[in-house]
């Protein structure tokens, strides 16, 4: 079984950056995908980013693709998420999750995905 938490939310000015990270312990290697939601209050979560572990591709949600970017860093077992120049549309709560090959189809479905951190605010004002 995997932990996952994240770290980095709080509250920016509109014209700030994001840098979120997701610290992964225990069974690491049989993860094959990871990814970031974000989820606005009474929206549904969605998919912002996700990563292929074993090859490091992203995939990015149509809404972001260009402004935001995911990484993994394989030594420390973490995924981060940034974005530069931010704007209070970005506000939300987000969340790490990772699954392993067989658990899901897609990576941007959060039913796909099996461990998941207890989520971190980021807002952003204006």
């Known amino acids: 079984q995997e932990q996952v938490a994240e770290s980095g939310g709080g509250s920016v000015q509109a014209g700030g950056s994001l840098r979120l990270s997701c610290a992964a312990s225990g069974y690491t290697y049989s993860i094959y995908w990871r990814g970031w939601f974000r989820q606005a209050p009474g929206k549904e979560r969605e998919g912002v980013a996700a990563l292929y572990t074993r090859n490091n591709r992203p995939y990015y949600a149509d809404s972001v693709k260009g402004r935001f970017t995911i990484a993994q860093d394989n030594a420390k077992n973490t995924l981060s998420l940034q974005r530069n120049s931010l704007i209070p549309a970005y506000s939300y709560m987000y969340y790490c999750?990772?699954?392993?090959?067989?658990?899901?189809?897609?990576?941007?479905?959060?039913?796909?995905?099996?461990?998941w951190g207890p989520g971190t605010q980021f807002t952003v004002s204006s």
């Open positions: 999750a990772a699954r392993d090959l067989w658990y899901g189809t897609t990576w941007y479905k959060p039913a796909d995905y099996l461990y």
